[in-house]
């Protein structure tokens, strides 16, 4: 069974730096394209990055562009998510998704691959 | 940009049929056949259950259907089952943020 398997949550004051990662058993992410999605406690869900699959050029929402930062490393098949300057309206779990691609088309607007998620708390 | 509306909470029985509706603008539901919706049970990974606002993937029941008119996209799920019971989101493509999701939709079977 392919699985995305995100971690690296936790608790952290505001201001602070985490680093989160994703996982995959079952899939290689190779030159896929990938998203980071977030939902706040109650909330509905929120797009925050994507990284695309030819060249790894990355996207950022407004709400979080210049703080953080999406990449891959290839040789360990594992996605990150650099969380720096956070505020406790970053407060979320986290999932990385995978974007649906029919061959070499993929639509970056949906994501038919999902993990459980990592919680990120902000707060002193 | 705010986010899609969707009801907070929808109910149907056993065997029943329900309608979500997904309302947007302009510059997003209205303008794109490029709508989605996620299910999610709690504590699990969303999973797509409907894109481009009529197509299943592979693997969903065909209970699941989705339509748009204007700028509302709407899912409805025929035949309600107790699994049926679940949050769903729906989203859209939108040129401004790549995608917008709606505020979700908790459907309880009753």
């Known amino acids: 069974e392919v699985q995305l398997l995100e971690s690296g949550g936790g608790l952290v004051q505001p201001g602070g730096s985490l680093r989160l990662s994703c996982a995959a058993s079952?899939?290689?992410?190779?030159?896929?394209?990938m998203s980071w999605v977030r939902q706040a406690p109650g909330k509905g869900l929120e797009w925050i990055s994507v990284?695309?699959?030819?060249?790894?050029?990355?996207y950022y929402a407004d709400s979080v562009k210049g703080r953080f930062t999406f990449s891959r490393d290839n040789s360990k098949n594992t996605l990150y998510l650099q969380m720096n300057s956070l505020r406790a309206e970053d407060t979320a779990v986290y999932y990385c998704?995978?974007?649906?691609?029919?061959?070499?088309?993929?639509?970056?607007?949906?994501?038919?691959?999902w993990g459980r998620g990592t919680l990120v708390t902000v707060s002193s | 940009q705010s986010a899609l509306t969707q009801p907070a909470s929808v109910s149907g029985s056993p065997g029943q049929s329900i309608t979500i509706s997904c309302t947007g603008t302009?510059?997003?539901?209205?303008?794109?056949?490029?709508v989605s919706w996620y299910q999610q049970h709690p504590g699990k990974a969303p999973r797509l259950m409907i894109y481009?606002?009529?197509n299943r993937p592979s693997g969903v029941s065909n209970r699941f259907s989705g339509s748009k008119s204007g700028n509302t996209a709407s899912l409805t799920i025929s035949g309600l089952q107790a699994e049926d019971e679940a949050d769903y989101f729906c989203?859209?493509?939108?040129?401004?943020?790549?995608?917008?999701f709606g505020g979700g939709t908790k459907l309880t079977v009753l």
């Open positions: 998704a995978k974007i649906l691609c029919s061959g070499p088309t993929c639509s970056h607007w949906n994501f038919d691959l």
């Open positions: 481009d606002v009529s």
């Open positions: 990284i695309s699959g030819s060249d790894a050029t990355t």
């Open positions: 989203s859209s493509y939108t040129r401004s943020t790549v995608v917008i």
């Open positions: 079952g899939l290689t992410f190779g030159s896929r394209a």
């Open positions: 302009s510059s997003d539901v209205g303008g794109y056949d490029y």
